[in-house]
């Protein structure tokens, strides 16, 4: 694999020639997704500015030029009108001012009457690599441009360690304030976010405290990309807490967390309902956002960036890696948090192949490389399901095998444990052994449904209609394109369109 100086990771992008040929070289790659955003050239992680505006969703994710490597950071932006179909629109922010020389890193945005703005961690070294992180601004043009201030709002608190970034921008209608909340590392090494208020939002920022969670004072080393968004009179606080195992999570340190609870804006403490739970319980996920301005109390829109810091994806050698997660729909429904793909991916459906009271027949066919799957399991006690050992039912959900069912992703269902295990061990081209290729899911009422979403190099399975979500890189071969599923009782297949155009604009 290619080592990297760090010259070649921070080199600055001069124009769209430095990377013409390379954006030519991994269009041809049989990985490049169809309905999902993926890096123009290079790498993409976290989605960046995500809202809604005059019509438009404004969308932006990090962004590496040269290769699949973590180096300067750029913003590259993306728009849609109906969350489905996106389109290229070039760099939304460069690291070209001194206090981000060294990266654009993470942010949000807020919409203001006809405006909307970005904040962003401005990530400046000095040349003895001494990180500085500034939270900056900048406003959306007419033309869709961000046009920086002239300054950062505020630089970093000195009793902080230097991790302190990805403001969260947001604005209190009742309280008629501003506030920031930003990632941070305590100076022993503890995450945490700081919350910052302001009656302005350009000017007047000053820092109200740190935010408390009750029972999770130690809880990761960093808690990158906090966000707290209000849906039917509750706050969802996300948050990629790093540096520390968690239970069900193998020996992965990065993770998405979320709380649903209140936030008390006066003592800065927020009271969670319950325990923390998993945004998602797939190998490749991390950095969610919410958009602003949905426009509804009662739902958000959130992406994810489909992979974790530290990992290696097998699109190394093509000199690309990345996707983003399909947007999903969030709502509150019992107290509890759901989780959908949005409305509008249905348009995605062409041909269709439809599997009726299937019953404990074992399904066998091909998998296009980009198709959604609808599974019954059956109300209650999942009718057409095998048997297990114990005598429970079970049902075996096999995608990316090769023709005689064998290899693949194996999803094997326990009616007895109410659990699915998701096992990548089989695919032919493994990677991030080492972070685990088996996890579980646990299922409150057991498995009644799913749906799969299957592109050029992911899965995402949405499960109970948003109970719980996986999501996951997947890199098939071509010999890998079927699936065998045992145990449903109902199934759909469809082969999806494309969706986003995979054309070269820098
Ligand atoms: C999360 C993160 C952020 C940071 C950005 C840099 O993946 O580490 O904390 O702003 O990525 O690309």
């Known amino acids: 694999m290619k080592e990297w100086t ?3 990771r921070y080199r600055v992008l001069q124009g769209p020639e430095d990377i013409a040929d390379l954006h030519a070289r991994i269009k041809q790659s049989e990985y490049r997704q169809r ?11 976290d989605p960046n500015g995500f809202s809604f505006d005059k019509g438009k969703w404004q969308l932006f994710y990090q962004w590496c030029p040269w290769g699949a490597v973590h180096g300067l950071k750029y913003w590259y932006h993306v728009v849609s009108e109906d969350l489905v179909h996106w389109k ?35 990530n400046h070294r000095d040349e003895n690599w001494i990180r500085t992180p500034y939270t900056c601004a900048a406003k959306m043009d007419a033309a869709g441009n961000l046009e920086k201030l002239p300054q950062p709002l505020f630089g970093p608190r000195e009793d902080y360690s230097e991790h302190q970034r990805d403001p969260k921008v947001l604005y209190h209608p009742e309280r008629q304030r501003y506030y920031i909340f930003l990632g941070a590392q305590t100076m022993d090494k503890k995450g945490t976010a700081l919350i910052y208020e302001s009656e302005e ?7 109200a405290g740190q935010l408390k969670v009750q029972g999770y004072e130690d809880f990761g080393g960093m808690w990158e990309c906090p966000s707290i968004t209000r849906i039917s009179g509750k706050d969802l606080l996300i948050f990629s807490p790093q540096y520390t195992k968690l239970p069900g999570r193998g020996e992965g340190t990065n993770h998405n967390v979320y709380f649903i609870g209140q936030m008390d804006y006066d003592t800065l403490v927020f009271v969670p309902e319950g325990e923390y739970h998993y945004l998602d319980y797939g190998f490749d996920f991390y950095a969610a956002q919410t958009a602003a301005n949905v426009g509804d109390a009662d739902k958000a829109v959130l992406m994810a960036w489909m992979g974790l810091p530290d990992n290696h994806y097998p699109t190394e050698p093509q000199e690309w890696e990345g996707s983003l997660t399909l947007p999903r729909e969030l709502r509150i429904l019992d107290g509890k948090l759901v989780q959908r793909p949005v409305e509008g991916l ?25 198709a959604e799957l609808e599974l019954v399991f059956g109300e209650a006690g999942m009718a057409g399901a095998g048997m297990g050992e114990d005598g429970s039912k079970t049902a075996d959900v096999n ?37 685990g290729e088996v996890l579980e899911m646990p299922l409150e009422a057991g498995l009644q449904k799913m749906r799969v979403f299957v592109d050029r190099s992911s899965v995402e399975f949405f499960v109970n209609d948003g109970e719980k979500t996986f999501s996951a890189h997947v890199y098939p071969t071509a010999q890998e ?21 995979d054309d070269f604009v820098v």
């Open 6 to 8: 760090l010259e070649e």
């Open 35 to 45: 309905y999902h955003i993926q890096p123009v050239t290079g790498l993409s992680s």
């Open 88 to 122: 290229n629109l070039g760099v939304g922010l460069r690291p070209d001012r001194d206090y981000d020389n060294k990266g654009a890193h993470s942010g949000s945005a807020i919409v203001e009457g006809d405006d909307l703005y970005v904040f962003y961690t401005g």
């Open 201 to 207: 939002l350009l000017s007047g920022w000053h820092f």
């Open 346 to 370: 249905e348009k995605l459906r062409r041909e269709e192949r439809q599997y009726e009271d299937t019953g404990t027949e074992c399904l066998q066919g091909d998998l296009p490389d980009s």
């Open 399 to 435: 995608l990316f095998t090769r023709a005689d069912g064998s290899g693949g992703l194996r999803i094997h269902y326990d009616a007895g444990k109410r659990c699915c295990v998701f096992d990548k061990r089989g695919l032919e081209l493994r990677f991030n052994e080492k972070v």
């Open 481 to 501: 394109h079927h699936y065998q599923i045992e145990g449903v009782e109902k199934m759909r297949i469809w082969e999806l369109g494309s969706a986003v155009v």
